[in-house]
């Protein structure tokens, strides 16, 4: 099946900072990818899809000048939290869609604290 | 919008049953099962594509009633690396959406 790399697995970062997220396909290309948030105990949100070469499609209520989005190449998508606040802090996840006999190979995950 | 899930969490001594049920609001073309470990990423268990499909495999198994909007995750004889959260995934066509979870804990 896919696998899939997601850097960095943990990051704490000042107030104000910025953070990329990076997630890479490593074994086919992926023109879409998904990006999720989590927080403690609850469900995934899914916060955009990512479309290589494209501009990436943000779900309502998601902050598209916060949460930049970048597919620029059919292996990698990465997510930009700029400005970071502490309720940024939160575990963010990207998958990719594993066409319609497989489910979704997701990233490790990164854990993002906002101090 | 998002389907909800029932129970929101159990416990189960090793060996023993549970069922797990996703409900959505709206008609549904796929039905995805995956497992969450505590500070991992989710791990895809099975699909189901057809209303009335059932899917299984080792004790792991589930149904998807297309008319009802729902499905079903059947664990059988539990063992402790079960522990986890289970999420249901809706595909209704055009969206996809996670449930609300279910937080699965076997003890010895």
């Known amino acids: 099946g896919a696998v899939v790399s997601q850097h960095p697995s943990r990051v704490i970062c000042k107030s104000g900072t910025s953070v990329k997220i990076e997630c890479r396909s490593l074994?086919?290309?992926?023109?879409?990818m998904f990006w999720y948030r989590q927080f403690p105990k609850k469900s995934l949100m899914l916060m955009a899809t990512?479309?290589?070469?494209?501009?990436?499609?943000?779900e309502q209520g998601v902050e598209k000048d916060k949460f930049l989005i970048n597919h620029a190449s059919l292996t990698l998508s990465t997510l930009t939290v700029t400005s970071a606040h502490p309720e940024d802090s939160s575990f963010y996840i990207c998958?990719?869609?594993?066409?319609?006999?497989?489910?979704?190979?997701f990233g490790s995950g990164t854990r993002l604290t906002v101090v | 919008q998002q389907p909800v899930q029932s129970p929101q969490a159990v416990i189960l001594r090793e060996g023993e049953d549970a069922v797990i049920n996703c409900s959505s609001s709206?008609?549904?073309?796929?039905v995805h099962w995956y497992r969450q470990k505590h500070g991992e990423a989710p791990v895809f268990l099975m699909i189901?594509?057809?209303?009335?499909e059932q899917k299984g495999h080792d004790k792991i198994s589930a149904s998807f009633n297309e008319k009802k909007q729902q499905s079903s995750l059947y664990l059988t004889a539990s063992q402790l690396s079960y522990s986890g959260t289970y999420f249901c995934?809706?595909?209704?066509?055009?969206?996809?959406?996670f449930g609300t979870g279910t937080s699965l804990t076997v003890i010895p």
């Open positions: 998958s990719t869609e594993g066409g319609q006999y497989y489910g979704y190979t």
């Open positions: 074994d086919f290309q992926a023109t879409t």
């Open positions: 990512s479309n290589e070469g494209s501009k990436a499609t943000y």
């Open positions: 709206k008609a549904l073309y796929s």
């Open positions: 189901l594509l057809k209303g009335g």
């Open positions: 995934g809706l595909n209704t066509g055009n969206q996809f959406y």
